[in-house]
């Protein structure tokens, strides 16, 4: 009985796996279905994808576009308003020019308007000119006399009695004769300035009658103007030569401070290495092209950490890493003496020993002298000095040579 029940269990099995066989069959070929349709699915949202890509690239160009016309729109506005106001303020710096050029030959007289006159090529109102100076000219006069027969006053108001034009009608008819003719020719190249057109104008109102004495004068003041040409050569010379004097200091010394500072870089990563045992620390300008004002930043990697700003580091750290620049400097520009205050006082016993090993390295070419309570430092000294104060409460300074100090233990000990 008990095979029969295998037997009928084992013909059971075999159909229930030929079923199950059977759906594995069937879900093989839904799952290959499946994946055919997932993969035109996946094929139709690319193409889907694809299209909407150049869809938003063109819709990208063209916003960009949109934005570059509005901006060329505002700035051709601006400029637009900008010739406005200066077409605006030209016309009026015009208007202003005119009328201060009417009054300046106004108060030269006649000589003013003669000097349009000439410059419009003696048309229209060179006659005004010649009939404001009749009788004066013919006796040979200067332009003080031509002014006092042609003009009342010495601004020159108005015209002689046979003349019957207004002499600022006259002054206006002749400048705008004169700007139609100045409309035609090239500009100058050079303006006189405000404060030459003064100094002319009060020269002329000074010059009176001629100097007979001119040409004496004149030898006079040359001559001091020749030596005042010397003089100043001399000093234009020697202001030369002292600014190419100041260039080449300033070259010497970029020269010099950049070979030192490249020294004490290379001196301060060993003296860190020195000191911490290793690890890696370097120095950099924060702005090497200018040197007058740059500034050193101190980037310093202890063994077992990331490199990091001198701020980031702990305290005994931070001074340990100022004892080895010092060091540094020290190695690179060496100096007599030098006195540590408390310079120990952040570190535990193991750096204690290699600042001592540095220190000693240090010594064989200047003196140091270290205030410190650290027992490590002490006994690395070759020298102790020391305060105290005794019964009678005064102070007293004790010195002990350590080499000597060893020298009577051992010979206390041998004996």
């Given amino acids: 009985s008990r095979l029969d029940s295998?037997?009928?269990?084992?013909?059971?099995?075999?159909?229930?796996?030929?079923?199950?066989?059977?759906?594995?069959?069937?879900?093989?070929?839904?799952?290959?279905a499946i994946a055919e349709r997932e993969h035109a699915a996946r094929a139709a949202l690319d193409a889907v994808l694809v299209a909407g890509g150049g869809e938003r690239e063109e819709l990208a160009r063209a916003e960009q576009a949109a934005a570059a016309h509005r901006v060329r729109l505002r700035q051709l506005d601006d400029r637009g308003r900008a010739a406005e106001v200066a077409d605006l303020e030209a016309r009026l710096a015009r208007e202003s020019m005119r009328e201060q050029v009417l009054v300046e030959l106004a108060s030269l007289g006649p000589a003013g308007l003669r000097a349009l006159a000439s410059v419009a090529g003696g048309v229209g109102h060179a006659r005004t000119a010649d009939t404001g100076m009749t009788g004066a000219a013919g006796a040979g006069g200067t332009a003080a006399s031509d002014g006092a027969a042609g003009f009342e006053g010495p601004a020159g108001a108005t015209l002689a009695d046979d003349t019957e034009e207004d002499p600022a009608i006259a002054l206006e008819a002749a400048l705008d004769e004169a700007v139609r003719h100045w409309d035609r020719e090239p500009a100058p190249t050079e303006v006189p300035a405000a404060a030459r057109l003064s100094a002319l104008r009060r020269r002329f109102h000074d010059l009176g009658a001629g100097n007979p004495l001119a040409v004496e004068e004149y030898g006079e003041v040359r001559a001091r103007l020749d030596g005042l040409e010397a003089q100043r050569e001399d000093l234009e010379r020697a202001i030369r030569s002292t600014r190419d004097l100041i260039a080449e200091l300033d070259r010497l010394i970029a020269d010099q401070f950049r070979?030192?500072?490249?020294?004490?870089?290379?001196?301060?990563?060993?003296?860190?290495?020195?000191?911490?045992?290793?690890?890696?620390?370097?120095?950099?300008?924060?702005?090497?092209?200018?040197?007058?004002?740059?500034?050193?930043e101190i980037m310093a990697q202890p063994p077992g950490k990331k490199r990091q700003p001198l701020a980031m580091l702990s305290g005994g750290e931070r001074a340990l890493t100022a004892v080895a620049l010092l060091f540094a400097m020290l190695e690179v520009r060496p100096v007599p003496f030098c006195v540590l205050d408390e310079v120990d006082a952040a570190l535990d016993e193991a750096n204690v020993g290699r600042f001592t090993d540095a220190l000693r390295d240090l010594s064989l070419r200047t003196q140091c002298v270290v205030i410190t309570h650290n027992r490590g430092t002490i006994e690395a000294a070759d020298a102790l000095y020391g305060v105290t104060i005794g019964d009678d409460a005064v102070s007293r300074v004790i010195s002990l040579r350590l080499e000597e100090a060893r020298t009577i233990v051992e010979a206390a000990t041998a004996v």
């Fill in 259 to 296: 070979s030192t500072f490249v020294a004490l870089e290379d001196a301060f990563g060993r003296r860190f290495t020195q000191l911490f045992g290793g690890g890696v620390a370097r120095l950099s300008l924060t702005d090497p092209d200018d040197l007058d004002t740059t500034g050193v």
């Fill in 6 to 32: 295998l037997a009928r269990e084992s013909t059971a099995l075999a159909g229930a796996l030929e079923q199950a066989v059977a759906d594995g069959a069937r879900a093989a070929a839904d799952a290959a």
